[in-house]
């Protein structure tokens, strides 16, 4: 029986990349059978990002405040979780994550039953390869996952990441709301959940902006070493 | 009795009435007027019983009167303050489910409408 597969797209006036974005999405052909379904989780955009992403025939689900993207995601995981899908997909909105790179996580997925597939940028050095500070954050990241839970994972903070059912329900009962990705990984280590990481090609972003920005990136430092940390030592 | 003892029950008093007059028009939760009402009340009692604080003074070992109410006060803030942002926290958490489950229903109700059409 071929499974559902619902693609999370979280959205932060993101109009000008969707128009791009989701036909070539839905165009996309899953191995494996899968059936794809597009979600666009609006985060209390100030642009028509709504209106865009109905017209090209995408699940839509708007939130009424912003959340962050943590919680963005977390919405859409929700509605995988209540819709019975198998497995879904982060994928940014801001044409980051190509969706012919699908497969790859897909694939991983299917042949090796990781709960969690990371598609990272740095495994093959290939395609959009980020700043020489935010490639800084990035190691740092690395390093603090591997102490926290031995996980080698180099791209930590990739929000292009598959999540199979006993993931989704896992992040659909919690999930950061600030900065998710590297926090995320360290309390589903810590469940037994196997996380993995597979190469992909990335792009650079087509429009919005980036959420982390100069000052921004100390506090995001800090703060996500803060929430590792935490989720570290909490009790499961 | 002395003019700074009437001076501080006085504004006491309004104190607790301003408090009463919040709780009355629900304007605040009884179990966050708690503390505010545990303050009068030790002002209240430190204002009657002047021999008090300096009584408090000896036991605990401060020099200066003023800096044990100082430092008490100021503790006393700082729990309040702690409390207040897990109050926040607890909000901010509440809100962020609501926030899904209205956009979750609203997608539900898109497609009811759209297959009602159809």
């Known amino acids: 029986m071929p499974g559902k597969v619902l693609i999370v797209i979280p959205c932060y006036n993101e109009e000008a990349s969707l128009p791009t974005l989701l036909p070539e999405l839905l165009a996309t052909k899953l191995p494996n059978g899968y059936q794809l379904e597009a979600a666009v989780v609006n985060d209390c955009s100030k642009d028509n990002t709504v209106a865009v992403a109905r017209k090209h025939k995408a699940t839509v689900l708007d939130l009424p405040v912003n959340l962050g993207i943590g919680g963005a995601v977390q919405t859409g995981i929700r509605y995988a979780r209540d819709n019975g899908f198998d497995l879904a997909i982060q994928l940014d909105g801001d044409g980051q994550h190509p969706p012919r790179e699908l497969h790859k996580l897909i694939n991983y997925h299917d042949e090796t039953g990781a709960n969690i597939v990371i598609g990272s940028r740095f495994l093959e050095k290939e395609g959009f390869q980020s700043s020489f500070v935010r490639r800084l954050g990035i190691n740092y990241f690395h390093w603090v996952n591997r102490l926290m839970t031995g996980l080698a994972i180099y791209d930590s903070t990739s929000g292009f990441r598959l999540f199979d059912r006993k993931a989704i329900e896992m992040a659909a009962a919690s999930y950061p709301d600030e900065y998710p990705e590297p926090e995320s990984l360290v309390v589903f280590s810590k469940a037994g959940l196997k996380v993995a990481e597979v190469p992909v090609i990335m792009a650079e972003r087509q429009g919005g902006q980036s959420s982390i920005r100069s000052f921004g990136s100390l506090y995001y430092c800090f703060k996500v070493s803060l929430a590792m940390f935490f989720s570290f030592i909490r009790k499961t | ?118």
Do not use: P
């Open chain 2, 1 to 118: 009795m002395l003019r700074i003892q009437i001076i501080t029950i006085a504004v006491n008093v309004l104190f607790v009435l301003y408090i009463s007059r919040l709780i009355v028009k629900g304007k605040l939760r009884e179990e966050y007027a708690i503390v505010w009402v545990i303050c009068t009340i030790f002002l209240l009692l430190f204002s009657l019983w002047t021999d008090g604080l300096e009584l408090l003074r000896r036991i605990t070992g401060v020099v200066v009167a003023a800096n044990l109410v100082f430092t008490g006060f100021i503790f006393a803030i700082l729990v309040y303050l702690l409390h207040l942002s897990v109050v926040a926290s607890k909000l901010h958490n509440d809100n962020k489910k609501l926030a899904q489950e209205i956009s979750l229903l609203k997608e539900q109700f898109n497609k009811h409408l759209e297959e009602q059409k159809s």
